[in-house]
């Protein structure tokens, strides 16, 4: 036999295209890839990293069990979709080994085995093989039809927004709505004339039998697979160039980033695999801020990376965002979206000049003595409560300090680099860097998660022990150089962005107040506290919107009761004083109040 | 009978509606939150432009209230009120034929400028604290000494979009010129700066006086705003700003900083409008019916308004609106009897 009728020939074309399409894209990121990155390749691609990377594969590419988590019927029709898929095409592949032994057949005798082998004429029927092949039929014609669901009625799968889509998008997206539909029909006519299937074709088939001639079904016959062809063909041609190419661009990307290979604050080749493995599921609309206070919903991560993946980025899209990173926390496919969108922004925004910042070379206007600096960042100095109270804190410790920046500092330089400057924030990271090392202070405490988090993540730093002032305060109470004194005050406490999903500090804040008083949590905390709204890194939206975001904020954080609101950002604390009634503190202030003196 | 009017405020726009009223036949009923009568230019010491001490228009003012034996309920809040009358916090409700609102406005709390370390540093005070030290009788630093440099910094609280005041508060530049000038007739050694973004020099009298402020007294004016003051370890106050006409930034230790507080709407602005079906102006201060033809009346018919409760405004103008306001009321009543 053969394997070959002519109406197999749209599907062999389109899965050809998408095998060299796919093929030509993976080789040339690869190659592109940085020295560094390929390095970090070759060392890793032996070891226990690439077996990891094969088990979260089938967690996620296959059950998306990511997907499960944050919403179960989004889980269930991802999954039924991809591992029903994988599972018909295996178990397809089993039953024609089964039923011809092991012989080299054509990619299309395998897919349309049924076309081929309808009848039990060469072997006997096997009802167990029909029975797992309609029952993996039923599971995928089930996620198809929770995906028209989806399209149709967004709301009843738990998600208020669903994505907007390209032409390529509709394209693939209608092909694929049709494909198991019309394998169905296909195989439940073929069924009809020549007997077999199971509950699912089998019945089906019978049911036609009974109404349709003879006559009828051989003319539905051939067009019917002639269908099913066509839209697996339109399918795979346009997959690549689709959101569905993450269908397979997530198994690099996992074991990529197994391998410890990651985003950075320049573009680099490596994008390519972050960026193409966006489903475009839509799960980052949801908990965008812009989106639910503002209905802001064209700057969402879904869209910043389709625009990015077809180079039709405007600046307005990848600067419109809090970068909050509330998203992030939700993306099942794990995506580095703040990261990519930053250096979307270096790449469109980064003019360097040269001699701007020569004032720089020799000043130091830093003061005091001491291995422990103080870097208090320039949003605190506009707070000047939480200055006087780090000064308490300091005498109290009888810690000796450094301080950084108290008489006027350098940046820290993420204000630039959420802007995209990253030349010029370079600058500020090598004067700092520079300044910290000349005063040879082992400690540096920042007042400011902005800070923070650029110290942690773009200075180098080694051996000297980045702290944020709360941790910093914990520390102190933890060895006893600070003890406080217990109130019956009632606090709350606002997560920033920067310090809680920017640097993982959710617990040491907590602590310190809990050694005060108590506190109580709002509705959304830790991993998903709102945003304040303020963020630097976005400049597009005006006061009054980010006023909006805040008041939506503050309006949790007071409807705990408690008597004052903490938090542990300078920015933070300045946009919920001016949304909140209620006294609000910094986490410094609570502390500097409370120390017991015996 | 005469007929009765509710005048809630008993500031100078409530008593000079009160004294107007009373004049042209009608029963005025003044409701004052304070326990006295004279609202924020009690606390004032001298007025713009012509250094006249606000006791001396103040003072005939009250004087004659009592007088004419006008009623006053002083140490009582309006809570609620319609054009029938006002309730009381108390829960007292008093009837009347017409109501005006002259609750004025709320001095901004500079706290809230937080960058400028008032309520935190010694030595950082506000327009309004300059002029109780002023009736008090000596200007003097924390530690009883004489301040040889101050700095006045205009628009805390006035057209800045971060606290959510946008809106000008019109007094303070010709406040800033008058304070500064006093200032340096307290102490003549002193170097005083003003810190400013724009002087508005619109009244009768203003723009000479500022002439005057740079001319007879060397008062510097320096535009561009504070951007933050620390404390110096000497109890000094460094200030940084940026001088925008020369394009370069500065830093100067100062001794004393005043802040040209604005004016902001009164908190309860907003349930008084909810009480009576009033509208709010966009900055949170009344809306007028009209600004041309009906600026002291309300959108509603026997609700009527006085002085700063719609916009900022300086005495001499809130003295002129009362007598627009009371004949307003009249027109009203006169109206509503026929």
Redesign the interface.
């Known amino acids: 036999m053969t394997f070959f009728a002519p109406f197999t020939i749209p599907f062999i074309i389109g899965g050809a295209i998408m095998a060299a399409v796919l093929l030509a894209k993976y080789t040339l990121w690869a190659v592109r890839l940085p020295r560094e990155d390929k390095r970090l390749i070759r060392r890793n691609i032996l070891s226990f990293k690439s077996l990891a990377a094969l088990w979260e594969v089938v967690r996620e590419s296959l059950l998306h069990v990511r997907i499960f988590r944050v919403n179960p019927v989004l889980g269930y029709m991802h999954s039924s979709l991809a591992l029903g898929w994988l599972l018909l095409i295996a178990v397809g592949w089993i039953e024609t080994v089964a039923y011809l032994g092991l012989r080299w057949v054509p990619l299309q005798g395998h897919v349309f085995f049924k076309y081929f082998m309808p009848v039990n004429g060469i072997t006997q029927h096997k009802a167990g093989f029909e029975l797992a092949m309609d029952l993996l039929l039923a599971v995928v014609l089930s996620g198809v039809a929770l995906a028209w669901i989806k399209r149709m009625r967004s709301r009843i799968m738990g998600l208020r927004r669903t994505t907007k889509h390209v032409l390529f998008d509709r394209i693939a997206l209608s092909a694929l709505w049709f494909v198991f539909p019309l394998r169905y029909l296909a195989e439940s006519v073929t069924c009809a004339i020549y007997g077999g299937g199971s509950f699912l074709t089998g019945s089906t088939g019978s049911l036609l039998a009974s109404h349709l001639d003879a006559e009828t079904l051989a003319a539905v016959y051939e067009p019917l697979w002639w269908c099913y062809s066509i839209a697996l063909g339109i399918f795979f041609s346009t997959m690549p160039f689709s959101r569905y190419m993450h269908i397979f661009t997530e198994i690099p990307l996992i074991f990529l980033r197994r391998y410890r290979l990651a985003p950075g604050i320049e573009p680099k080749s490596y994008d390519h695999f972050e960026v193409e493995a966006c489903s475009r599921c839509g799960i980052c609309i949801d908990p965008c801020q812009l989106q639910s206070v503002l209905g802001i919903d064209e700057v969402q991560s879904v869209y910043f990376l389709r625009d990015r993946r077809y180079n039709m980025l405007q600046l307005s899209v990848a600067n419109n965002c809090l970068m909050c990173g509330r998203c992030q926390t939700k993306c099942p496919v794990g995506i580095n979206l703040n990261t990519l969108r930053l250096n979307s922004r270096s790449r469109m925004r980064n003019i360097p000049n040269e001699g701007r910042f020569n004032y720089l070379s020799g000043i130091d206007r830093s003061s005091g003595e001491g291995r422990t600096g103080y870097f208090a960042g320039c949003m605190t100095m506009l707070t000047p409560r939480t200055l006087s109270a780090m000064d308490t804190i300091f005498r109290a410790a009888g810690d000796d300090i450094w301080h950084a920046d108290r008489d006027g500092g350098v940046c820290c330089g993420r204000p630039l680099m959420l802007s995209g400057e990253t030349t010029a924030a370079r600058k500020m990271i090598e004067y700092n860097t520079d300044l910290f090392r000349r005063h040879g202070i082992t400690r540096l405490v920042t007042s400011c998660p902005i800070c923070l988090r650029v110290f942690r993540e773009e200075y180098a730093l080694d051996g000297i022990e980045v702290m944020h002032h709360s941790e910093y305060i914990r520390m102190m109470i933890a060895e006893g150089r600070l003890q406080m004194r217990r109130t019956d005050m009632r606090y709350t406490y606002h997560d920033p962005c920067e310090l809680g999903r920017g640097c993982g500090i959710y617990d040491q804040p907590r602590e310190v107040i809990a050694a005060v008083g108590e506190l109580v949590e709002p509705a959304h905390n830790r991993r998903d506290a709102l945003c304040c709204g303020a963020s630097l890194a976005n400049t597009v939206i005006d006061d009054s919107q980010q006023m909006r975001i805040a008041r939506e904020m503050t309006g949790e954080l007071e409807a705990t009761g408690a008597g004052t609101i903490v938090t542990s950002c300078p920015l933070c604390y300045k946009t919920i004083k001016r949304a909140a009634g209620t006294e609000t503190k910094d986490i410094s202030e609570v502390v500097a109040e409370n120390i017991f003196q015996p | 009978m005469k007929p009765k009017v509710v005048i809630a405020g008993g500031g100078a726009a409530g008593m000079a509606v009160a004294l107007r009223l009373e004049r042209l036949g009608v029963e005025p009923v003044i409701v004052e939150r304070e326990e006295r009568l004279g609202g924020k230019v009690r606390g004032w010491h001298k007025l713009f432009p012509t250094f006249t001490p606000a006791a001396e228009v103040l003072d005939p003012l009250v004087a004659q209230i009592g007088r004419r034996g006008i009623e006053c309920r002083t140490g009582a809040a309006v809570e609620a009120l319609s054009e029938h009358g006002v309730k009381l916090a108390s829960g007292q409700t008093i009837e009347a034929d017409a109501v005006v609102v002259a609750t004025g406005f709320t001095l901004f709390d500079a706290r ?1 400028k ?2 400028y ?1 008032y309520g ?2 010694d030595n950082v005070v506000t327009s309004a604290d300059l002029e109780r030290m002023m009736n008090e009788g000596a200007v003097r630093l924390a530690d009883g000494s004489t301040p040889r440099r101050i700095a006045l910094l205009h628009c805390v609280g006035s057209r800045d ?4 005041q946008r809106h000008c508060s019109k007094v303070c530049c010709i406040t800033g010129v008058k304070q500064a000038i006093e200032l340096k007739k307290m102490f003549p050694e002193a170097d005083v700066f003003n810190f400013y973004m724009d002087i508005r020099m619109f009244g009768a009298g203003y723009e000479e006086l500022y002439r005057e402020a740079q001319q007879s007294y060397n008062i510097h004016f320096v535009r561009g705003r504070i ?2 003051a ?2 110096m370890i000497n109890g000094r106050i ?1 200030i ?1 700003a940026e001088d925008t006409l020369t394009g370069r930034p500065l ?1 100067m230790s100062i001794d004393m900083l005043v802040l040209l507080a604005g004016m902001r709407a009164n908190d309860d602005n907003a349930a008084l409008a909810a009480s009576a079906g009033l509208a709010l102006a966009p900055n949170g201060f009344m809306q007028s019916a009209d600004p041309f033809l009906g600026a002291v009346r309300s959108p509603r018919r026997g609700i009527f308004y006085a002085g700063a409760v719609t916009a900022p405004k300086s005495l001499a103008d809130t003295l002129a609106e009362a007598s627009l306001t009371a004949d307003a009321v009249m027109d009203y009543l006169n109206s509503v009897q026929r």
């Open positions: 809230r937080e960058e370390g935190i540093y979009e971060k606290v959510c951007s933050e620390s404390p460094q940084k830093r």
